[in-house]
C-alpha cells in the first residue's frame, strides 16, 4: 500500500479540533479513500481512528479530518508531530 497521509495541517481552525473534539486533520492523496486514510493514519501514528470525513479544498487537494478513538490523543499525537 502507498503512503496515502501527504502531510497533517497545522492551522488555527486544525488546532482547535484538536483541542475540543480528538480530531486531526491531514491532506492526503487525491483519490484515497477513507479506508486506506484510516488504515494509513493507523499504521504510520500507532492509533486507532473512529471516523474519517473528507473535503476538497478551494485549491483542489483532499483533506482528512480524523477522529481518534477514545483512549488515543490528538493533542499527543500533534506534540509528537511537533504541531503544537
Known sequence: MFMVVIHPVA?????ALIEKENKMVFIVEKDATKKEIAEDVEKSYNVKVEKVTVTITPQGRKKAYVKLQKGYSADELAARLKII
Open 11 to 15: 492551522t488555527e481552525k486544525a488546532i
